[in-house]
């Protein structure tokens, strides 16, 4: 990986991990776990699938082996920067990552999600490969490169932030008053 890919990504890692721990600011953990609406996630499950999401991607870009020659998709890399926070275009999470009350309270959540972002940065940190020569499946996008995973891992809490945010003004949540 190049200095300034490197620099990039360790960037949007830390605006992805930032945009989520101030989504929740200030959020009673009791309120955390309710539900806005049948089948809609709490703010737990959120954080829960996020984490969940970063600590399977990580492994599987882990895992994965060199095929010799880089894969480069530039228009696939700015497609997922420009769209992979944006909450206009519903996406139904895979199986592996959809939250099933792993975590009994928000600060177990949160906990995990900080320590397998800690991990994340890591890795990007020491890693000194072209990760666009290791490819990858997706459970939803199907063949990637792990660069463009590790691109997905970095932008994905911004999208839950949003979510989060959605959550807290929804009527459910407005009912208990300011918070």
């Known amino acids: 990986m190049q200095p300034h890919e490197k ?5 949007e ?12 600011y200030g ?3 009791d309120l955390a776990a309710i539900s806005p609406a049948p089948g809609r996630w709490s703010v ?10 970063e600590e399977f991607l990580l492994s599987r870009i882990a895992q994965a082996q060199s095929s010799g020659a880089p894969l480069m998709n530039q228009k696939r890399e700015a497609a997922i920067l420009a769209r992979g926070a944006d909450r206009r275009t519903p996406v139904i999470s ?12 928000l600060a177990d959540a949160v906990e995990s999600f900080l ?13 000194d490969e072209d990760l666009r020569a290791r490819p990858m499946a997706h459970p939803l996008l199907g063949p990637i490169n792990c660069h463009e995973a590790l691109l997905l891992i970095a932008v994905h809490p911004r ?13 459910v949540l407005n009912r208990f008053g300011d918070y």
Request: charged share 25%; net charge positive; hydrophobic share 45%.
């Open 94 to 105: 895979p199986e592996v990552s959809r939250p099933t009350g792993r975590f009994a309270t």
């Open 7 to 11: 620099a990039a990504i360790l960037q």
């Open 44 to 53: 737990v499950e959120c954080v829960e699938h996020v984490a969940v999401s």
């Open 27 to 29: 959020l009673p953990a």
């Open 115 to 127: 320590v397998i972002r800690e991990q994340t940065v890591r890795f990007v940190e020491v890693c």
């Open 13 to 24: 890692l830390v605006t992805g991990r930032d945009a989520l721990l101030d989504a929740l």
């Open 159 to 171: 999208r839950h932030a949003s979510q989060i945010r959605e959550i807290r003004t929804a009527r």
